[in-house]
């Protein structure tokens, strides 16, 4: 069984989209909008997001348009995407929506993954309802030299130093990349 990862890009005060869900501000980033080889999680066989992420990829990339768009970012590898509304789906993407509890669907997710990692891409309260469970193996993050003024919070909710252990902090190009394990996960 592979872990259940949440990498995600942040601004230096903890927002992961602005007041208008977007990620224009990443991409304004040297290397922002081309990340290094090597920061999402490699051994990823099953993406998970909530449907402000999933939409806002949708617009910004025109991948209803353009499927071939939603290949570049998730490749041929199943989308789960957490949603109680009906939402459209690129053509020849495997897009599962689900509904309801995490820990609810977890069984499927983990069950499409296989032995390789889970990805929650985002938002910060999807990822942090995996760790609300104890599902939750690891936290990386790429820091941006940028400040917001609102948005999506990073992780919404209140963790304690003792649930989270630093396993490696690096410099890549402008972004400080952070990597905590999670104690206490299932």
């Known amino acids: 069984m592979g872990r259940i990862v949440f990498d995600t890009a942040t601004t230096i005060n903890g927002w992961i989209a602005d007041e208008q869900n977007s990620l224009a501000w990443l991409f ?42 939603w290949v570049e970012f998730h490749g041929q590898k199943p989308t789960f995407v957490f949603t109680t509304r009906e ?39 999807l990822a942090g309802q995996f760790l609300d469970i104890g599902a939750l193996d690891e936290i990386a993050l790429s820091v941006a030299p940028v400040a917001l003024t609102g948005g999506a919070p990073l992780l919404p909710r209140r963790i304690t130093s003792s649930r989270l252990r630093l396993v490696s902090a690096t410099a890549v190009g402008q972004f400080a990349r952070l990597v905590y394990a999670v104690e206490g996960s299932a």
């Open 28 to 69: 304004e980033v040297e290397n922002g909008d081309a990340p290094d080889e090597g920061l999402f999680p490699s051994d990823a066989g099953v993406l998970v997001e909530g449907s402000t992420t999933y939409e806002w990829i949708l617009a910004e990339q025109d991948v209803l348009a353009n499927p071939e768009r």
């Open 87 to 125: 939402l459209p789906v690129p053509a020849g993407a495997d897009v599962r929506f689900v509904s309801g509890a995490v820990a609810d669907a977890l069984p499927a997710i983990r069950a499409a993954a296989g032995a390789r990692d889970v990805w929650v891409v985002g938002g910060g309260d």
